[in-house]
């Protein structure tokens, strides 16, 4: 397995403890694409973070590909995440005054990858996703669909173990939608990518093959999605 | 994480991207600096001005001349009057050995030095060849008397500049010419350019210095002496050697000790002293103002950072995101600080250089204002300090920020 989760529990402690995560057990395997489901405030941010290494967690244990990540220094984590995982995000989370390129090469630079070496491998992946002639376009140059693909191709240039895509699709529109949810299926299918997905939009969370429902802070019902049928609101689109 | 030209970029790109408001807190640097080496340079500019009044003069010297007593003592009236002798000369020479110097002067006011139909005002100076060592002569050329000029009584004498200036309008070397002072003709065997506003009889650059003897001899004062110098060897506290000194001669002359007009006594060290700690007090408050100035500058910098910093959050929070460790990030922050301070402390630096050479152009280079090498590279390591003691607190605060904290912000 390459993810696995051992009764995680997490805790908020803002004046008034609130109890996130109430022991989550979950293992996804390498080359999943995964989704997670659940409405606001169910902790499926908090359990993005944890799983993102961007936060800590207070019992269980979480294993990537066989390490303990616990406890880690900040110094450990960022190098964990840098190696191991990619992120994109709802809201792009481009730096505006870095071109596409200089995005993309970013997560290199801090590996301490050569100028030139990044830079070619940054161009490698902006012509893989289509975007070779706005490599030396600012962010606010550029459509959603772009910006997220600019996005993925940042989150994949470090060739992580896990992709995780929050709320990918928020900010876009539904055709774009698609296209960035057909771009992460070929990315799974092709390149044997592991994705995890979070989402509350049910239409996302039907491209994915399978679908983990969190409620209230613990795992309810996997639904395998292999025929991607799951969506009450059809196959072909994603509602908005 | 390496360090190649996009470190450099990020740097300068994080600065660029809002151009005025880093000019604006550079500029708060720029000024400090400025000030600082701008008021360093005119504070040196100005002490050696005034040094120049005091220059070639022994600053422990003390100078005294006999007057009328003020008190009746062992059978004598008040206001007698009474003179300075040779012997007291030898006699300080041999009561004191903390005297380096002990050296008597003649002098004779309003004489006419006469050269080929050329005549003009002068003092005569009759003097030892230890009195260089009170009042050190400027040689333009020739010499200065010596010990066989006084023993053998010759009719030599060292010119001042003024005299030389009205006695010698062609210019050129006059040692060896024959000048002629109230009927007297004597050989120039020197002309003294001192132009120190500090003398002893007379100002040096309208005098006429000949040999003490000829001069006792001429004016037939006999044993008598008009004043004498002396300079206190090393380390020697001549405040100190005053009142021994006026007891020593009070004795020989049967003056009352505890007569103080009897004798004048000019201690040039408490007025050099207060000349100094002048200029000390100047340097104080030159530096207190400057660094003041700048350590302004550099709060005002740190102050910026540091909302730069909170604005900053998600960007500083992706970057974690995507794998910068804490210290990539403090690196980041306490380098712009660092290269906004020095690039505004070296356009300051070199502003500061240029105006103090304007100041010296307008003062017809007479003398420096220019700070010199050493304060530069002070100063610019100074700013590297500051600039990074600025960057620290903006750093500390930027380095925990953590990665969720970008996403928080949305």
């Given at each position: 397995m390459l993810i696995e989760l051992q009764g995680i529990h997490k805790t908020y402690d803002n004046g008034q403890p609130l109890h996130v995560l109430k022991g989550i057990d979950l293992s996804i395997d390498k080359g999943e694409f995964v989704s997670i489901m659940g409405a606001s405030g169910s902790g499926k941010s908090t359990l993005l973070n944890i799983l993102g290494i961007l936060d800590n967690y207070d019992e269980g244990e979480y294993h990537i590909d066989g390490k303990l990540i616990k406890n880690l220094s900040e110094k450990e984590a960022a190098h964990y995440r840098n190696q191991m995982i990619g992120f994109v995000f709802q809201s792009f989370?481009?730096?505006?005054?870095?071109t596409a390129i200089e995005n993309v090469e970013l997560p290199l630079f801090y590996q301490g990858v050569s100028r030139k070496e990044r830079h070619d491998l940054a161009m490698n992946y902006l012509e893989r996703f289509g975007l070779a002639d706005w490599a030396s376009h600012y962010p606010n140059e550029m459509s959603g669909g772009q910006k997220q693909r600019v996005a993925i191709a940042r989150a994949l240039i470090t060739q992580p173990r896990i992709l995780l895509a929050d709320e990918p699709t928020g900010a876009l529109d539904s055709k774009t939608s698609v296209e960035v949810m057909e771009l992460l299926t070929r990315l799974n299918r092709e390149e044997k990518v592991t994705i995890i997905v979070v989402t509350h939009e049910s239409g996302v969370a039907n491209c994915t093959d399978k679908i983990i429902h969190i409620k209230d802070g613990i795992i309810g019902e996997t639904t395998i999605n292999t025929e991607h049928h799951a969506s009450v609101f059809g196959s072909e689109t994603i509602m908005k | 994480m390496k360090f190649d030209l996009d470190s450099y970029k990020e740097i300068s790109d994080s600065l660029m991207r809002n151009k005025r408001r880093s000019f604006l807190t550079g500029f708060g640097i720029f000024w400090g600096l400025f000030m600082l080496l701008f008021l360093i340079g005119g504070g040196n500019g100005l002490k050696a001005l005034l040094s120049k009044n005091f220059s070639?003069?022994?600053?422990n010297t003390i100078i005294m001349g006999a007057g009328q007593t003020g008190k009746p003592y062992k059978g004598f009236e008040e206001g007698r009057y009474w003179q300075l002798e040779f012997k007291d000369v030898e006699r300080l020479k041999h009561l004191f050995p903390e005297l380096s110097i002990v050296t008597p002067q003649l002098s004779q006011w309003g004489t006419v030095a006469v050269n080929e139909g050329y005549s003009v005002n002068s003092n005569m100076l009759g003097a030892d060849a230890d009195y260089q060592y009170v009042e050190t002569p400027v040689l333009k050329y020739g010499r200065y008397l010596n010990n066989v000029d006084i023993q053998q009584h010759r009719k030599v004498c060292v010119i001042g500049k003024q005299i030389y200036q009205s006695l010698f309008p062609e210019g050129g070397d006059p040692c060896g010419q024959f000048i002629c002072v109230n009927s007297v003709y004597y050989q120039v065997i020197g002309v003294n350019y001192s132009s120190s506003n500090i003398n002893i009889n007379g100002r040096s650059e309208e005098s006429v210095t000949v040999p003490i003897t000829v001069l006792r001899d001429i004016l037939n004062?006999?044993?008598?002496?008009?004043m004498i110098c002396m300079v206190g060897r090393d380390g020697v506290k001549m405040s100190d050697m005053e009142p021994r000194i006026r007891q020593a001669v009070y004795r020989k002359h049967t003056i009352a000790p505890d007569d103080d007009e009897a004798l004048f006594m000019l201690n040039m060290e408490p007025i050099f002293k207060i000349i100094d700690n002048l200029f000390k007090g100047v340097n104080f408050l030159i530096w207190l103002v400057g660094i003041g100035t700048l350590l302004a500058g550099a709060i005002g910098v740190s102050n910026i950072m540091m909302v730069v910093v909170k604005e900053r959050t998600i960007e500083i929070g992706i970057r974690r995101a995507i794998g910068a460790t804490p210290f990539d990030i403090l690196f980041q922050i306490v380098m712009e600080g660092i290269v906004l301070t020095l690039v505004a402390g070296l356009s300051a630096i070199v502003f500061s250089v240029f105006m103090l050479n304007a100041l010296e152009v307008i003062a017809h280079h007479e003398t420096a204002f220019q700070i010199n090498f050493g304060t530069a590279m002070a100063a610019f390591f100074l700013l590297t300090i500051l600039g990074m003691l600025a960057g620290i607190a903006p750093a500390y605060r930027a380095m925990h920020i953590k990665p969720v904290d970008a996403m928080r912000d949305e």
């Open positions: 989370n481009l730096i505006n005054f870095k | 070639g003069f022994a600053t004062t006999g044993d008598a002496v008009g």
